[in-house]
């Protein structure tokens, strides 16, 4: 890949503000497993290579199985994610792909069920931050390290 500006260097104000909302995710209520999910799932749909080579990095480290990470992309195929990750699931495809259909009623409203608004707030702002993030590293030609 052709080497592309740097927007870390070029633009560090910017920077500096997507880690905060990275340090916001981090001191939130999510728990480490869904956030990751909420990651990599989002870089899968989106092609960002940098961002699940490092979020699949972490979630191993977090103790996530092999298993779980081959079978992401099927999630709904497999019995290996709870009711609550299914949800999480699904509304970080859902707001990955806004422009399908957005957030559905149905995937709400289990999410309501299941969570507090804070809590789903939060999902949201991972999944929106996750989606700027591979959108940097993609239109950039991030290396992975």
């Given at each position: 890949?052709?080497?592309r500006i740097d927007i870390e260097k070029m633009e560090p104000k910017a920077y500096q503000a997507m880690f905060i909302l990275e340090s916001y995710l981090h001191n939130s209520e999510l728990s480490k497993t869904h956030l990751e999910l909420i990651k990599i799932r989002?870089?899968?749909?989106?092609?960002?290579?940098?961002?699940?080579?490092?979020?699949?990095?972490?979630?191993?480290?977090q103790g996530e199985t092999p298993q779980r990470l081959f079978l992401l992309n099927a999630w709904r195929e497999?019995?290996?994610?709870?009711?609550?990750?299914?949800?999480?699931?699904?509304?970080?495809?859902?707001?990955t792909l806004i422009s399908k259909n957005g957030l559905s009623?149905?995937?709400?409203?289990?999410?309501?069920?299941?969570?507090?608004?804070?809590?789903?707030?939060q999902i949201i702002m991972a999944v929106a931050?996750?989606?700027?993030?591979?959108?940097?590293?993609?239109?950039t030609n991030k290396p992975i390290a």
């Open positions: 890949m052709k080497k989002a870089s899968q749909i989106n092609g960002c290579a940098f961002c699940i080579n490092m979020h699949t990095t972490d979630a191993l480290k497999t019995e290996l994610f709870t009711e609550e990750e299914r949800v999480v699931l699904a509304i970080t495809e859902e707001v009623d149905e995937t709400y409203e289990m999410a309501e069920k299941l969570f507090d608004g804070q809590y789903i707030a931050t996750i989606n700027a993030w591979n959108r940097i590293a993609i239109s």
